[in-house]
């Protein structure tokens, strides 16, 4: 089955300074992945996503993500945190198995950039 | 574009009654929408998957008649809490992915969410 993890319940960063936050997943076949943010009881906001091509994926509000595929990871970056990053970021796969687009979340990671 | 939207955005109402969730595709048609249960600093757990004019398919441990799904049209998906108790409080999020040309592989678009708390 298609999973994914995310080791860390919260990063904490401060403002200026870069910031990752990670995930590893666990695929049959080609992985596709994505990232999404979450804001205080809003819907998640999509970021970025890997399908094909590029290792280092550009995606929205300055963050960009490395897959690696030797470390079955792919981890979401960002040079220079902003306090408005804080929210709640989840990792997802896009499960294959299924005739549907249907997607599998990690258990998110909490980011907090202080001033 | 792209834009989903969710009514309403939060609603209180006593155990045992039905609540209905809207949810729509403002842009687009949605040939697939997703309904997800988000509890208290939790990940998203996917409740269901709606198709357009069809049964909608439930994950394992879903009730299908406690959480009733209706897809009639390419921009419009329902969830019906039917007979609500306080254990289904939650935040209620969906979502619809936009078809491209046959190409199977968009993300989806994520609503605001519905907050529902059952008293």
């Known amino acids: 089955a298609q999973s994914v993890a995310q080791p860390e319940d919260q990063v904490n960063v401060a403002e200026g300074n870069p910031l990752t936050v990670k995930c590893t997943y666990s695929?049959?076949?080609?992985?596709?992945l994505f990232w999404y943010v979450q804001y205080p009881n809003r819907g998640l906001q999509f970021l970025l996503k890997y399908i094909t091509g590029d290792n280092l994926v550009k995606g929205s509000y300055g963050f960009e993500a490395e897959f690696n595929k030797s470390q079955t990871s792919f981890h979401l970056k960002k040079p220079s945190a902003l306090v408005s990053d804080s929210a709640l970021y989840f990792c997802?796969?896009?499960?294959?198995?299924?005739?549907?687009?249907?997607?599998?979340f990690g258990t998110g990671t909490r980011l907090l950039v202080s001033p | 574009g792209a834009v989903v939207s969710q009514h309403p955005s939060r609603v209180i109402c006593k155990s045992g009654t039905s609540v209905k969730i809207e949810c729509r595709s403002l842009d687009f048609q949605a040939t697939t929408m997703f309904w997800y249960r988000q509890f208290p600093k939790q990940s998203l757990m996917l409740m269901a998957t709606?198709?357009?004019?069809?049964?909608?398919?439930?994950e394992q441990g879903v009730e299908k008649d406690k959480f009733l799904i209706n897809h009639a049209s390419l921009t419009l998906s329902t969830l019906t809490v039917t007979s609500a108790h306080p254990e289904d409080s939650s935040f209620y999020i969906c979502s619809a992915t936009l078809q491209r040309q046959g190409l199977f592989l968009d993300e989806q678009f994520f609503g605001p969410g519905t907050r529902l708390t059952v008293l």
């Open positions: 997802a796969v896009r499960d294959l198995n299924t005739g549907f687009q249907k997607l599998v």
């Open positions: 695929v049959s076949g080609n992985p596709y």
């Open positions: 709606s198709n357009e004019g069809s049964k909608a398919t439930y």
